[in-house]
């Protein structure tokens, strides 16, 4: 048999066969001897031969060339390699970069180029780690350094204080001691800095009836009662002098007296002051007969300067206080107003005076007092009192009958 115009047994046409297979060749079987055909076989074989040669060609080159990009690039990959275990490595161990070492059988100018740069970034970053190692230790050993000092200075603390108590066993009583003069002296200061001037209103009566009568006659007697009848019938209510005397009245009644008053009282130290002021008083009084009727009705002004001294005796935080207070008082008397009535049958005569009143009232006088603080500013005020008036050659009034009289005043004070 022939392939191609050879000569062939069966053995070689397998193989023959068989490789055309493998390489993806196309076979074409001639059964004539055409000479045309074989020709045309023969062309195609030749240029499918050619075909072949060309792809092993390119397949060769294929291979080389990976080869020759795969040993270009394989020593770079090595060194990254190498470079790269041996920064783990000394990051890990903390070594300096000096001692450690990078191998390479066959290094390069690329190579020596890529290995510093690694080493330098490499040092950096150790660098910056010692320095913050660095400013660690030292922040550590300050800290010890002052916990170390804090506590020789607490022992010393301890150790002096130890010996103080063994030196002044009575350190308690010391100290209370010293919080007594602190609090005394804050109490002084804070008593210097109160205000010490106030100013009051009040008003204020007495009563002479739970004393004994002690009747007294009067200056104000011009002439007998008998005479002053008969002056007002014959001049048909007149105006006359009219005498006062207890005697010439059968029954006598005094109006309790009403007081109305300023005060002024001034500091001088946390316990005592002065006080003074201006008090009016008015005195009312009814003088009858029954045979004849008459009757008379009498009205007395004073006008009072009182000088007193007054003890603080008691205060607290609540701002009650309590004091004492005694003194005279010097009244004089601004007008006296008469008015008689007299009844004769069915016929009444009348008649009134206005008339000066002579001399001065000198008393003296004591109260116990109890304030309760409103304010900075404002306070009010209680005094029950007990009073003496003199004899004094004064009208015939409460006062001159019954010349101990107890009273009570109250009202209002302006401190600043």
Known sequence: MQVCGVNTNQKTIKIFLSTCNVFNISIIIVKDKDENHISELKNFMSMNKRNNITKWLVAGASIAACASLIWIIFPFVQQFFQSYNTIAKVENTSTPLEEATIISDEPSLIEQETESLIIAEAKKSISSKAVTVKAIREERETKEFIESQTAETEIKQENTQ?????????????????LSADYNLLSSLEKKTQKKTSF???????????????????????????QLRNDIMENDGGQYNIPLTSDNFSNISHNIPLSFGLSFRKDLNQYISLETGLVYTYLYSKFRNKYPREELKQGLHYLGIPIKGVVNIYSDKSDWHIYFSAGIMMEKGLNAHYSYIYHDNNRNYSTSSNENIKGLQWSVNA??????????SYSIYFEPNINYYLDNNQPLNSRTQNPITIGVSAGLRYIW
């Open 367 to 376: 109260a116990l007092g109890f304030g309760y603080k409103l304010n900075n």
């Open 162 to 178: 130890t010996e103080n108590k063994k030196e002044t066993p009575s350190l308690k009583e010391s100290f209370n001691s010293h």
């Open 200 to 226: 009051g209103v009040y008003t204020g009566s007495s009563t002479g009836e739970l004393i004994a009568s002690n009747e007294k006659s009067s200056d104000f007697v011009y002439y007998d009662a008998s």
